[in-house]
């Protein structure tokens, strides 16, 4: 392989603001639902919008499909511009005089968004050595948390300050004008797919329809990331549980950060990560039954704080695995990811719309029981993923018979 035109300080310098980027996406995006009793009242409406979350929804979907399309047609560089752009325009979202406008620029911002979350996985692919993927790829993944933390711990302050929540809006969305300024100097581009037929083929969308990984990975996602996006986004506004519902989502994005990081640690320790995966299965799915069905206040607490440790201790470890399909290019990733968070988040949208319809016309409580059996999919899931460190894998030949006999 030739050698690479990015040197070590420089791929660092990359990755971090590729990390910075999608954290303020993310804390943009939690805004916004927190600020939705604020535009609820400001627009004059009377129930709880789901158009709000599922706008992001719907552009992860169309921008995550069309992401590595747009990655091979403008190059990495670009490709993250074109991405940070998109995001800025949540900014827009200040000078909204009425709900639809809101939500167009929520759209563009979940574009945005999608777009970027692709570019990242194939960076860390072309930059570092496959030691290095699950530290990085690690670090990625705590993007969302992280901004989803810095939005929850700061929101109260802002808010006091600002007052008008189109400020509030305006203010987070001015933290990702300043990256895509950083970017335009820092970013640069790699080759992402061979450009001569000797340098092997290109990878297709078709080509990744064809792989049987990427169902076994959405079916066993999906449920974790409805979960994930309720206590986010929904669990805040509900009235009824015995502990305060944006404790409960702070609690989460808190702990997930130090669940990340135990996850990098046991993603280069563990020899078996299958094992990993079902215990997060279990014990995501379990706290979470008890945080909304046990009416014990100290008991909740304790589980919201372990919740979101729990969910993320595997994420590093199961974000790796495109990374180990047999010849894994930045390119092939990149299609792989594309296919995968499209269909999630197709799946995601639908369900988030039949829960908040749930809690619209029925209850807190069944809302709540739906996400939780729904988030049992991951569990069942990790017993149809490959088991990529199992000595014997998919592309491992049986051994001939005179070997396999003394």
């Known amino acids: 392989m030739a050698t690479k035109p990015i040197g070590p300080q420089r791929a660092v310098s990359i990755e971090i603001l590729l990390f910075l980027a999608y954290c303020f996406f993310s804390a943009s995006w939690m805004v916004g639902s927190v600020v939705t009793p604020d535009i609820i009242s400001d627009f004059h409406m009377v129930r709880l919008p789901a158009s709000v979350n599922n706008a992001i929804s719907l552009a992860k979907i169309v921008g995550n499909f069309v992401a590595a399309w747009i990655l ?25 005089p009425n709900l639809s406008l809101f939500v167009i620029t929520r759209f563009l911002l979940g574009f945005g968004g999608a777009v970027l979350m692709i570019t990242m996985t194939p960076y860390v692919v072309y930059l570092f050595e496959p030691s290095k993927h699950s530290l990085w ?4 993944n705590a993007g969302p948390n992280t901004g989803n933390l810095i939005a929850l711990l700061s929101i109260t302050a802002v808010r006091a300050w600002l007052g008008n929540w189109r400020y509030v809006v305006f203010f987070y969305g001015a933290f990702s004008l300043v990256f895509l300024l950083f970017w335009l100097f820092v970013g640069k581009d790699y080759p992402i797919a061979p450009k001569k037929k000797e340098e092997g083929p290109i990878y297709r ?32 506004l509900n009235p009824t549980l015995v502990v305060d519902g944006q404790f409960i989502s702070l609690m989460i994005a808190l702990t997930g950060i130090p669940g990340t990081i135990i996850g990098i640690i046991l993603a280069k320790k563990l020899k ?8 997060s299965g279990i014990a995501q799915s379990v706290l979470f039954f008890i945080v909304i069905l046990i009416p014990h206040a100290p008991t909740v607490t304790i589980c919201s704080v372990l919740l979101g440790f729990v969910i993320f201790i595997s994420t590093p470890s199961l974000f790796t695995l495109p990374t180990k399909l047999p010849g894994a290019t930045p390119q ?25 319809r749930l809690v619209n016309y029925k209850t807190w409580h069944v809302a709540m029981v739906v996400t939780a059996v729904y988030s049992l999919t991951f569990l069942i899931g990790t017993f149809l ?6 000595p014997r894998g ?6 001939p018979q005179d070997e396999a006999e003394p």
């Open 394 to 399: 998919r592309e491992e030949l049986p051994k």
């Open 72 to 96: 091979v047609k403008l190059g990495p560089k670009k490709t993250v511009t074109f991405a940070c752009i998109l995001i800025c325009t949540v900014l827009l979202a200040a000078f909204s």
């Open 272 to 279: 078996r990560q299958m094992s990993l995966f079902r215990f």
């Open 385 to 390: 993923l490959p088991d990529f460190d199992k």
């Open 137 to 140: 790829i690690g670090v990625n």
């Open 332 to 356: 092939k990733v990149a299609v792989i990811l594309t296919l995968y968070w499209s269909m999630a988040y197709t799946l995601q949208m639908i369900i988030y719309a039949i829960v908040v």
């Open 205 to 236: 969308y078709r080509d990744g329809l064809k792989e049987p990984f990427l169902y076994e990975f959405l079916f066993t996602m999906t449920g974790r990331l409805v979960m994930y996006t309720v206590l986010l986004y929904l669990v805040p």
